[in-house]
């Protein structure tokens, strides 16, 4: 049972948000909700700024949130990359796994009368995934993205040599 919850809000323009949860004052682990939007005045893409080593830890750190990238790593009928490089290195240089259900739709969208489907919703983890499921329709949101519904193995700070 979570007893504490800290909101670290280390995010660039909250683009990324990282929570500790806790238990008996222990953190067991850090949930990065993740936001990757490019700015329309800007261009920018304030997420990328972040310094992604100093956010993940040695135990437990799931990274959850609309990408906004488009690469064959997570979706197999992916047929055009766009924008996937900075996510394909963020998970190669920090050993991080991706957690969905290999080609699992997680975005819906219409464009020019044309309805599409693609995976651009990214559980990203450093700990064996147990659980990963797409809600079914009692659980809308009015959203274009699906929920989704995780589960993934938790290593105590003492297990993670803190």
Not at 108 to 116: A, K, L, M, V
Not at 157 to 162: F, K, M, V
Request: one cysteine or more; proline letters at 2%; aromatic letters at 6%.
């Amino acid at each position: 049972m979570v007893d504490e919850r800290t909101n670290l809000r280390q995010g660039a323009n909250h683009d990324v948000i990282a929570t500790d949860v806790r238990t008996g004052g222990e953190r067991i682990m850090r949930i990065d909700e993740v936001y990757d939007q490019r700015n329309t005045q800007s261009g920018e893409r304030p997420a990328r700024k972040l310094h992604w080593q100093k956010v993940i830890l040695q135990g437990t750190t799931v990274f959850a949130g609309d990408s906004n990238a488009h690469s064959v790593q997570w979706d197999p009928r992916c047929q055009v990359q766009w924008d996937a490089a900075f996510w394909e290195d963020v998970i190669d240089e920090n050993g991080l796994e991706i957690g969905n259900d290999d080609g699992e739709v997680t975005h819906h969208c219409t464009t020019d009368g044309h309805e599409g489907e693609s995976v651009i919703d990214l559980m990203l983890v450093n700990r064996p995934i147990t659980q990963w499921s797409i809600l079914a329709n009692d659980h809308a949101t009015g959203s274009d993205h699906e929920v989704i519904e995780w589960e993934v193995e938790v290593v105590r700070q003492e297990e993670a040599g803190h």
